[in-house]
């Protein structure tokens, strides 16, 4: 057999297709080396060695280094891995489309997790042609995505296609994301000019639509780029992700070191700069919110087990204060009658 250099362009359960410089073939992982030797198992994108078998499946026997890679957390209820999506890629194009899925809140969770991967995150507002309002969605999404570029486009008309080619240059990979019905599909199609992709209607009363794409899919473009197609994902769990976070939450973690204290744990206290960016409505509470979720998420998925026993140890605490306090009140209320 002959060792070559192979990116694998689709998976399929324990059958990976592959892309060599000789055309396709499909190859299976070597079983000491990966099930048993921890060598990182593939996914759509990544670089491998293989076993060249010109007569049946090849075999895989090492995964390249990754300059980037997209993680999200195991979906299995219960589940508290991480679960490797796409790799390799210079771009992440996070979609939301101008019609009733276009949601701020997932928009945060994906830019997390787009930071996070090493890729340079690109929102895309696609069906800019069924926008009754495109500005006010731009303008919301920016409020969420501070020095992102953000592109409105349309796969039907071909608007905005032309402010993607920075992104899809020779060589270049980018990888879409986004829930199912956003377009991820359609946009592909355009980009490549001809239908490859299948796509499917969306239900007109809530906008909301099937997955299209039922596995993660490494796409050429004419032009030489590389786009990694994934299924809708309309939720995203949130693995070891706290760089990203930060990188996506940049202005609400600017204001702790204005907070008057630094153990400031931003719920009651004096000169409290999260308190006073709330009250004035510099910080939109669904901001904040939102961030505590993302950051009690990952630290969560991190360590399931001490994160419980930290949290055990908060609420003791609590309780402990909140019977001293009752305790003191009664004393005072004992005085007065004395």
Sequence with gaps: MNQITARVSAVHKERYELLTGGGRLFGKLKTGVYHNGGEPYPTTGDFVTVLENPDGDSVIIKTHPRKSLFVRQDPDPGGYRNQAVAANFDAVFIMQSLNQDFNLRRLERYLALAWQSGGTPVVVLTKSDLAGDPAAHFSAAGSVAAGVDIVAVSAKTGEGLADLAE????GATCVFLGSSGVGKSSLLNALIGEEVMEVKAIRED?????????????????????????????????????????????????????CRFNDCRHR?????????????????????????AQKRETKF????????????KQHKKWEKEGRQKNKNEKKRGNKRYE
């Design 301 to 312: 998925s991190d360590d399931k087990g001490g994160y419980l026993r930290e949290k055990q």
């Design 206 to 258: 809530d906008a909301k639509g099937r997955h299209t794409t039922t596995h993660r899919q490494l796409v050429t473009l004419p032009g030489g780029a590389c786009v990694i197609d994934t299924p809708g994902m309309r939720e995203l769990g949130l693995f070891g992700a706290d760089e990203g976070i930060s990188e996506g939450f940049a202005d609400v973690e600017e204001l702790f070191g204005q």
């Design 268 to 292: 009651s206290e004096p000169g409290c700069a999260i308190l006073a960016a709330l009250a004035d409505g510099s910080l939109p509470r669904g901001r904040w919110e939102s961030y505590l």
């Design 167 to 170: 992104y899809l240059r020779p």
